[in-house]
């Protein structure tokens, strides 16, 4: 059974820095494709960011040259490095995994204010 768990979230003022973990179980990150995806009070989840088993990435356009996602094989978890945070960055952030099927994390909180 796949499990996702992420972590790092919090609190951060505007131009703050923070940066998520999501930690599998059950299948290698190396693997499948691994995804972000964050949800704004009241809007639709979107992707963020993700990274292919050869290690392709892809950002949506409102974090280009913010974010970076990459994964760390030994520890079998996917990182998304979060720089030049601003108040729309605000939202649950999920871990997403493809691997025949869709999972997801339970979600980690980034709040975005002064």
């Known amino acids: 059974q796949v499990q996702l768990k992420e972590s790092g979230g919090g609190l951060v003022q505007p131009g703050g820095s923070l940066r998520l973990s999501c930690a599998a179980s059950?299948?290698?990150?190396?693997?499948?494709?691994v995804g972000w995806y964050r949800q704004a009070p009241g809007k639709e989840r979107e992707l963020v960011a993700r990274?292919?088993?050869?290690?392709?990435?892809n950002y949506a356009d409102s974090v280009k040259g913010r974010f970076t996602i990459s994964r760390e094989n030994a520890k079998n978890t996917v990182y998304l490095q979060m720089n030049s945070l601003k108040p729309e960055d605000t939202a649950v952030y999920y871990c997403?995994?493809?691997?025949?099927?869709?999972?997801w994390g339970q979600g980690t909180e980034v709040t975005v204010s002064s």
């Open positions: 997403n995994l493809w691997s025949l099927r869709n999972y």
């Open positions: 990274i292919t088993p050869g290690g392709i990435t």
């Open positions: 059950g299948s290698a990150v190396s693997a499948n494709t």
